[in-house]
């Protein structure tokens, strides 16, 4: 398995692990890194870190086609973005929350984004709308203090999304759900992970950065 780095990453003063193993893979390597912020009265207030990880191996055949694309191109490639999210691999997000928020607002969020997503597809019914309840409700009781990690497990056997909650980082507080919401589980993946419309802009452009490396042409022998 190709691995992305060793050392303990810093992000915004969190540390992500190099690898991260989930009950249904093998280890994942740290992809990629960034932030979720938003400007008020320019001032940059940051709420999360992100930390993307992923089995190289299992990734890389899914998207040969962009092979030699710099990562600036990559970043503008909706399609490329697209084929990463429908990939069957597994993928682990580790979100540290870095200015605290009620689980209710973030909910919503998550919802809304969701929904408005699934909506413009003309795949919003029901059975959609139940799978996002399920997280708004899971959410909505919580309160994220600094160093809260939320975790969202995407496993290449099924598509799914299993949701996880620790406050404070703290084992004994663990708490989590599976959407089993197929349209629900990719638009989630999407959100994060997904090209010009990723909520998180430095993340989507570490992906793209980090992925060119691995898509790059080895030189022509002399």
């Known amino acids: 398995m190709g691995t992305v780095g060793t050392e303990v990453v810093m992000v915004d003063g969190i540390p992500f692990p190099p690898q991260i193993t989930t009950s249904s893979s093998s280890p994942l390597s740290l992809l990629a890194h960034g932030i979720t912020d938003i400007e008020i009265h320019f001032l940059q207030i940051k709420f999360t870190a992100i930390g993307v990880y992923i089995n190289l191996e299992d990734i890389l055949p899914h998207i040969k086609n962009w092979k030699g694309k710099t990562g600036d191109e990559l970043v503008q490639d909706d399609d490329f973005f697209d084929a990463l999210v429908t990939a069957r691999a597994d993928k682990f997000l580790r979100i ?127």
Not at 99 to 121: C, N, T
Not at 151 to 170: D, V
Not at 201 to 219: E, F, R, W, Y
Request: with cysteine; aromatic share 8%.
């Open 96 to 222: 540290v929350v870095i200015k605290e928020i009620k689980g209710s607002q973030y909910g919503v969020q998550v919802e809304s984004a969701i929904r408005d997503r699934l909506a413009e597809v003309d795949k919003y019914e029901e059975e959609e709308e139940a799978a996002l309840d399920q997280v708004v409700q899971f959410f909505q009781s919580k309160y994220f203090k600094k160093d809260s990690v939320i975790t969202i497990n995407f496993p290449a056997t099924a598509a799914i999304a299993e949701i996880g909650l620790s406050i404070e980082g703290k084992e004994d507080s663990f708490s989590k759900i599976k959407v089993e919401n197929e349209n629900v589980a990719e638009m989630l993946q999407k959100w994060y992970l997904g090209g010009s419309r990723g909520v998180s802009p430095t993340t989507i452009s570490s992906i793209a950065n980090s992925l060119s490396t691995h898509l790059c042409v080895p030189p022509p022998s002399p």
